[in-house]
């Protein structure tokens, strides 16, 4: 099958990425994998880390840069917004609570989607609002499964323990009860990509007199499976 583009940089380009997806490389099994002439894979594995496709380990190789991951996650949010909506909508149903789903951005969580209560008390949070990461159950799934080092830089100054977040780690979900905002409670699960990592997380949240102050026992089942569904359906589009 001919793989030519009839761009012939960008093919070239594309071998170099194709080649180090093996791992790390250097430059004469650079030169090795791809067939290019030795000052031909220099120039574009350098080109390539100019704009972040590609990156360099300790030793000086070359590796898979992380504009690809930054990529591929926007791919993915693409996809988890898709199928967020009727998830969402039906979380909502079964709890009789407002739903949200929430994305990390740096020091703060976003809702990316939300279903509204059609009536009633609401605890209304907007698509688009920029919450703390400090507090809540949402920031609470988002924080717990980080590596150590931005796990512990998350702790300083949040309202909850590290203990806190190994009892969510164990049993997978996250509640808070007026942590966030007095006369508040939420429940929360993860959302995970394909490869397992923590990407989102979905809520449940409306005022303590509805979700008691255990909301945990009432909505995590739902919450868990709502999570689920998500997760599933991003596996499903990476096959």
């Known amino acids: 099958m001919d793989n030519s583009s009839g761009v012939g940089v960008l093919d070239k380009a594309a071998v170099v990425l194709a080649a180090l997806e093996a791992g790390p490389a250097t430059l004469a099994g650079l030169v090795q994998a791809t067939g290019l002439a030795r000052p031909t894979a220099h120039r574009l594995a350098v080109a390539l880390e100019h704009h972040r496709l590609v990156a360099r380990d300790m030793q000086g190789r070359f590796m898979l840069g992380p504009r690809l991951g930054e990529l591929s996650a926007a791919a993915g949010e693409d996809r988890l917004l898709a199928a967020a909506g009727p998830v969402l909508a039906r979380l909502r149903d079964i709890t009789g609570e407002s739903a949200q789903l929430f994305r990390r951005q740096g020091d703060y969580r976003i ?129």
């Open 111 to 239: 809702c990316v989607a939300a279903a509204e209560r059609p009536s009633g008390l609401r605890d209304t949070i907007p698509v688009g609002s920029q919450l703390s990461m400090q507090a809540g159950s949402a920031a609470q799934v988002l924080l717990s499964w980080e590596d150590p080092e931005r796990l512990h830089r998350g702790l300083q100054d949040a309202a909850f323990s590290a203990a806190a977040l190994s009892g969510i780690r164990r049993r997978g979900w996250a509640q808070s009860v007026g942590e966030r905002e007095p006369g508040v409670a939420s429940v929360s699960g993860p959302v995970r990509s394909p490869s397992g990592k923590v990407i989102a997380a979905v809520s449940v949240s409306g005022p303590i007199e509805r979700l008691s102050r255990q909301p945990g026992r009432m909505h995590a089942p739902a919450v868990m499976a709502a999570a689920e569904r998500l997760s599933e359906s991003l596996r499903r589009s990476a096959e």
